[in-house]
């Protein structure tokens, strides 16, 4: 991609990252190759899902619309451009707030009130554009000036952190091999994000808590090295006292706003962006509202919220010609992180081997005897006989399953899952009715697992 132009006037110069959406890229404008700009390419498999386009004139509509000094502004985008679908935004020179994290280890009040009244000004006036961010965590916040008088934040990925139609599991999520449990945004997810509830401003808020928490304290509230045990403390366990950590020095008024923004429901928490940077303030004893106000900004005159486009019919399912070939499908509302720790205990409950995961799609199998070992396509007599292929009791035949996966809004928790069920080749079973049994109580144990 380095060298190729974007929406015929933007060279990449080099990747500045990848995530779930879309991989970011340094770019120059071709007639005024002294500036810089980001331009984002969606990847190919968000591009396939059928309400994409739907889903991104939307996005974009509402960006470019919403302008703010705290948030990283809106150039253009183009759905049609060769190199893929784009969105240009604007270029912040500065380091995350994960980066300066990293460095500072923790912050005094006053230097996280800076930060926090930037952060609350922005999130302000996307809120009352009807924009929620719901991916809120330090990667995404770019910390201008860093460690000077004049240090504040911008907002990286407002209104697109939804696209990810297909959700990804990765492997490691589902054999509990692999370094992926307690990064990323699980660590500041909320808890009705978790719950599968509706989400709205609020939800971020949550997340600009646990932020909150790691800069005064040195700590995430919770740190736990699987991914399943952070999501149910999210939702089930109080968060530890600043005392508890090392941190016994934070003022009692500005621990106390953490906690209460750190509540398990909304309503519990600061219900506004402004109503937090106010009470934080009040703590240290002065108006913080005021105090980062963004010099001349005005806001824009909201506008009514138009209505949601219908969804698509759901798809009818395919009808296979193979009677030990068993296809079903269910709703499940969760959002994807939980759904790969709930199928990771039920990989392990039934002893289960993943096979593969990529993009909306997990491979697995079940029932599978120890010792087994797949005779491959072509290998021959010499192959057969060194192929180790242990009995198995009849009506007990290993279970080859699929799950293709897809989120029918991405901004919503919400995945329909189609479940394929097929017998592995070297153990074909001989009773149809007694296998589709089997699948049917199989399917039925998956929805009970992800809460279908």
């Known amino acids: 991609m380095l060298g190729k132009v974007a929406l015929g006037k933007y060279r990449l110069l080099r990747s500045l990252g990848s995530g779930s959406n879309g991989e970011a890229f340094l770019a120059e404008p071709l007639r005024h190759p002294q500036y810089r700009v980001v331009v984002k390419v969606i990847h190919a498999h968000v591009v396939t899902h059928e309400r994409f386009r739907q889903l991104f004139e939307a996005e974009v509509r509402s960006m470019a619309n ?6 990283v502004g809106f150039i253009e985008a183009s759905l049609d451009d060769p190199l893929g679908p784009c969105l240009v935004m604007e270029y912040v020179p500065g380091a995350t707030l994960e980066a300066v994290l990293t460095l500072a280890k923790r912050m005094d009040p006053e230097r996280v009130a800076g930060l926090l009244g930037g952060l609350c000004h922005a999130l302000e006036a996307a809120h009352r554009a009807g924009i929620v961010h719901r991916d809120l965590k330090p990667a995404n916040l770019m910390v201008l000036n860093p460690g000077t008088p004049n240090e504040t934040v911008k907002v990286m990925d407002f209104g697109f952190a939804g696209f990810a139609a297909k959700p990804h599991i990765q492997l490691a999520e589902l054999t509990g091999h692999g370094p992926i449990f307690a990064m990323g945004t699980p660590a500041y997810v909320s808890p009705e994000m978790i719950r599968g509830d509706r989400v709205d401003g609020r939800s971020d808020l949550y997340s600009v808590g646990i932020m909150l928490f790691e800069m005064l304290t040195g700590h995430l509230p919770f740190n736990y090295p699987h991914q399943e045990r952070l999501l149910a403390a999210h939702i089930k366990e109080p968060p530890p006292r600043f005392s508890k950590i090392g941190a016994g020095d934070v003022p009692a008024g500005v621990e106390g706003v953490v906690q209460l923004t750190l509540a398990k429901y909304p309503n519990e928490r600061p219900q506004s962006a402004r109503e937090l940077a106010t009470m934080f303030g009040r703590a240290l004893g002065f108006d913080l509202w005021t105090a980062t106000a963004p010099a001349g900004w005005e806001p824009v005159a909201e506008e009514c919220e138009p209505e949601a486009a219908p969804e ?6 395919p009808k296979p010609t193979d009677p030990f070939h068993v296809i079903e499908a269910f709703e499940a509302f969760l959002p994807e992180r939980l759904a790969a720790a709930k199928l990771r205990g039920f990989v392990e409950d039934f002893a289960g081997e993943v096979l593969a995961s990529e993009p909306g799609l997990i491979r697995l199998r079940v029932g599978v005897p120890a010792g087994y070992k797949e005779l491959k396509q072509g290998s021959g007599i010499f192959g057969w006989f060194g192929a180790r292929r242990p009995a198995v009791a009849r009506g007990q035949e290993p279970i080859e399953i699929e799950l293709h996966m ?11 899952v189609m479940v394929s069920f097929r017998p592995l080749r070297d153990y074909p079973p001989r009773d149809c009715g007694q296998w589709q049994a089997r699948c049917d109580k199989l399917n039925t144990v998956l929805r009970q697992y992800l809460g279908a």
């Not at 698509?312 to 399912?317: E, I, K, S, T």
């Not at 029918?408 to 329909?416: G, I, T, Y």
């Open 66 to 71: 919403f302008d703010h000094p705290n948030a």
């Open 312 to 317: 698509p019919p759901p798809r009818a399912l």
């Open 406 to 416: 897809e989120k029918p809004d991405p901004s919503q928790p919400r995945l329909h």
